[in-house]
């Protein structure tokens, strides 16, 4: 299996920042795509950015400008800087990869747990 373990979640002011990180663990031969989803109380899971083992990124574009993601492909990690957080930021951050296991594996999406981001004065 692969494992995903975030950190850096809490609670911050609006206009402030955090930094959450995402290691994967297990067996791994490639790992395409790795990024952050998030799902806020009564709404939907929404991509908040994502990027391709190559360094391609996308972001939604309601954080586009604030948020930066990146990755250590030898340490199989994302990281995804939020800066100017909002209130509307708020919600469970779930980190995500596309990755196959063996070279006759099929290509597969694995989860973490979720992390909270809370933005409040």
């Known amino acids: 299996q692969v494992q995903l373990v975030e950190s850096g979640g809490g609670l911050v002011q609006p206009g402030g920042s955090l930094r959450l990180s995402c290691a994967a663990s297990?067996?791994?031969?490639?790992?395409?795509?790795m990024g952050w989803y998030r799902q806020a109380p009564g709404k939907q899971r929404e991509l908040v950015a994502d990027?391709?083992?190559?360094?391609?990124?996308n972001y939604a574009d309601s954080v586009k400008g604030r948020f930066t993601i990146s990755r250590d492909n030898a340490k199989n990690t994302v990281y995804l800087q939020m800066n100017s957080l909002e209130p509307e930021d708020t919600a469970v951050y779930y980190c995500h990869c596309d990755a196959q296991r063996f070279l006759t594996s099929p290509r597969q999406t694995y989860w973490g747990q979720g992390t909270q981001v809370t933005v409040s004065s």
């Open positions: 990027i391709t083992n190559l360094g391609t990124s």
């Open positions: 297990g067996s791994i031969f490639v790992n395409y795509v």
